[in-house]
């Protein structure tokens, strides 16, 4: 199946494939406007927490004459920036280099979310690096667990990435603002304090902490992750406590690190006290 974009508020183009307009999308892009787009909703990993992991998931790719239109488009409107993936990993669609250099040659500024979890050849790695910002999403240094949670990946492969594009972009005299997304539950949040002291060797500017919410059980085998709002109470004041030692150990070392709403809300039950939740004063 084909991948048809459809506009949402805010310029951002996602993956309905039964409603498309090119006219209309078009009408919508504002000049010096900002727009995320999916190239596709496939994706080279089966995270255990991940929809594409349900035995129903079916995705979809954005057809090639969709995408050179748009790129079309983008230009002669003028916006100012584009972020590749949301739900899908852009690096898996075929081309999709050609159309980050494309977009960077005509002034328009170009992002990534990646789990950059593949190989890349020479022209891959340097499209990376032209890059504004990349988001990397992996849930921890630990190569054993990484590879349960986000199965069909080695963290080695993802971090010996992010160093040649790093190096690269240096190379171009360049630096990416590098977000790493990481999704909490109960089998990583031991690991957090980690994550945040390697950020910097990695060259990894920002942590986005995000609270896992759990909408399927498993079906294959594979690892069931444990989201904390099944935790007792007194195990999730612990983790609140082990989320905001991360925060804490992130303003020492300049690293930003950012919480989920729902995780800021346990972080701040933790320190402020809630009766609801059974929390310390």
């Known amino acids: 199946m084909e991948l048809s974009p459809t506009l949402y508020p805010g310029g951002f183009l996602g993956s309905d494939p039964d409603s498309y307009d090119l006219d209309e999308l078009a009408c919508n892009f ?11 909703s496939h994706c080279n990993l089966k995270c255990v927490y991940c929809h594409q992991s349900r ?12 995408l ?31 159309y980050a250099q494309f977009l960077s040659e ?12 593949r190989p890349y050849n020479a022209v891959q790695i340097d499209a990376l690096a032209h890059a504004a910002e990349l988001t990397i999403s992996f849930d921890s240094y630990d190569a054993d667990l990484h590879a349960a949670i986000r ?15 790093l190096a690269r972009a240096l190379a ?13 539950s109960a089998h990583n949040l031991p690991t957090l304090l980690d994550l945040v002291a390697r950020a910097p060797e ?5 942590i986005g902490l995000m609270y896992m919410i759990k909408s399927f059980e498993l079906e294959d085998g594979g690892l069931n992750p444990i989201p904390l709002d099944v935790m007792s109470t007194k195990d999730q004041l612990l983790a609140a406590a082990q989320v905001y ?8 070392l300049g690293v930003e690190v950012i919480l989920s709403t729902l995780l800021a809300e346990m972080v701040e039950d933790f320190r402020f006290g809630n009766p609801s939740t059974g929390a310390l004063a």
């Open 106 to 117: 005509k002034g328009i500024s170009v992002s990534f979310l990646s789990n950059l979890s």
């Open 68 to 98: 050179d239109r748009l790129m079309d488009e983008f230009v002669s409107v003028g916006i100012a920036s584009l972020r590749f993936g949301t739900e899908g990993e852009a690096t898996i669609y075929k081309g999709w280099e050609k």
């Open 172 to 184: 171009l005299g360049k630096k990416p603002r590098v977000t790493h997304n990481c999704v909490v």
């Open 30 to 40: 504002l000049p010096g406007g900002h727009v995320v787009l999916d190239l596709t």
């Open 55 to 66: 035995p129903d998931f079916r995705g979809a790719h954005i057809k090639n004459e969709i």
């Open 202 to 206: 990695n060259g990894i500017d920002r």
């Open 245 to 252: 030692a991360a925060i804490n150990l992130g303003r020492r």
């Open 151 to 165: 199965r069909k990946s080695e963290i080695q492969v993802m971090t010996e990435n992010l160093r040649s594009i």
